[in-house]
Protein backbone atom coordinates (compact mmCIF):
# COMPACT_ATOMS: atom_id res chain seq x y z
CA UNK A 1 0.00 0.00 0.00
CA UNK A 2 1.97 3.47 -1.33
CA UNK A 3 1.66 6.53 0.57
CA UNK A 4 -0.96 8.60 -1.01
CA UNK A 5 -3.42 5.46 -0.72
CA UNK A 6 -3.42 5.53 2.88
CA UNK A 7 -3.39 9.23 3.61
CA UNK A 8 -6.65 9.50 1.89
CA UNK A 9 -8.69 7.91 4.86
CA UNK A 10 -7.22 9.62 7.21
CA UNK A 11 -7.37 13.21 7.08
CA UNK A 12 -5.36 15.16 8.57
CA UNK A 13 -5.56 18.79 10.40
CA UNK A 14 -5.35 20.67 7.64
CA UNK A 15 -7.68 19.03 5.44
CA UNK A 16 -10.32 19.31 8.00
CA UNK A 17 -9.33 23.39 8.61
CA UNK A 18 -10.27 23.46 4.58
CA UNK A 19 -13.49 21.31 5.06
CA UNK A 20 -14.46 23.47 7.56
CA UNK A 21 -13.61 26.68 6.80
CA UNK A 22 -11.47 27.35 4.11
CA UNK A 23 -13.55 25.37 1.61
CA UNK A 24 -16.25 28.29 0.39
CA UNK A 25 -15.22 32.05 0.53
CA UNK A 26 -17.68 33.59 2.40
CA UNK A 27 -17.29 31.20 5.40
CA UNK A 28 -13.40 31.71 4.99
CA UNK A 29 -13.67 35.82 4.64
CA UNK A 30 -16.37 35.64 7.83
CA UNK A 31 -13.94 33.56 10.05
CA UNK A 32 -11.03 35.94 9.01
CA UNK A 33 -13.30 39.18 9.98
CA UNK A 34 -14.51 37.67 13.31
CA UNK A 35 -11.07 36.62 14.13
CA UNK A 36 -9.58 39.30 13.73
CA UNK A 37 -11.90 41.30 15.72
CA UNK A 38 -11.51 38.70 18.66
CA UNK A 39 -8.07 38.90 18.77
CA UNK A 40 -7.92 42.91 18.48
CA UNK A 41 -9.78 42.72 21.62
CA UNK A 42 -8.12 40.17 23.77
CA UNK A 43 -4.55 41.93 22.99
CA UNK A 44 -6.66 45.13 24.40
CA UNK A 45 -7.58 43.26 27.04
CA UNK A 46 -4.12 42.12 28.15
CA UNK A 47 -2.16 45.17 27.05
CA UNK A 48 -4.94 47.58 28.91
CA UNK A 49 -4.07 45.19 32.14
CA UNK A 50 -0.46 44.75 31.94
CA UNK A 51 -0.27 48.76 31.70
CA UNK A 52 -2.64 48.97 35.01
CA UNK A 53 -0.58 46.59 36.78
CA UNK A 54 2.28 48.21 36.17
CA UNK A 55 1.21 51.79 36.93
CA UNK A 56 -0.72 51.10 40.17
CA UNK A 57 -0.79 54.17 42.23
CA UNK A 58 0.75 56.66 39.46
CA UNK A 59 -2.52 56.56 37.53
CA UNK A 60 -4.83 59.70 37.53
CA UNK A 61 -7.63 57.59 39.60
CA UNK A 62 -4.95 56.78 42.29
CA UNK A 63 -4.68 60.14 43.50
CA UNK A 64 -7.18 61.29 45.75
CA UNK A 65 -6.92 64.83 45.25
CA UNK A 66 -7.09 65.57 41.53
CA UNK A 67 -10.45 65.62 40.20
CA UNK A 68 -12.51 65.73 43.06
CA UNK A 69 -14.30 69.21 43.61
CA UNK A 70 -15.03 70.75 46.87
CA UNK A 71 -18.99 70.58 47.31
CA UNK A 72 -21.05 73.57 47.99
CA UNK A 73 -22.38 73.20 51.20
Known amino acids: MDY ?3 RRG ?3 LFEGL ?7 NSVYVT ?4 GAFLGERAI ?3 VKSLWEYNNV ?8 VLGQRQSEE
Open 57 to 64: GKRYEDIP
Open 18 to 24: YKVIMRR
Open 4 to 6: AAR
Open 10 to 12: QGG
Open 44 to 46: DYG
Open 31 to 34: FVIA
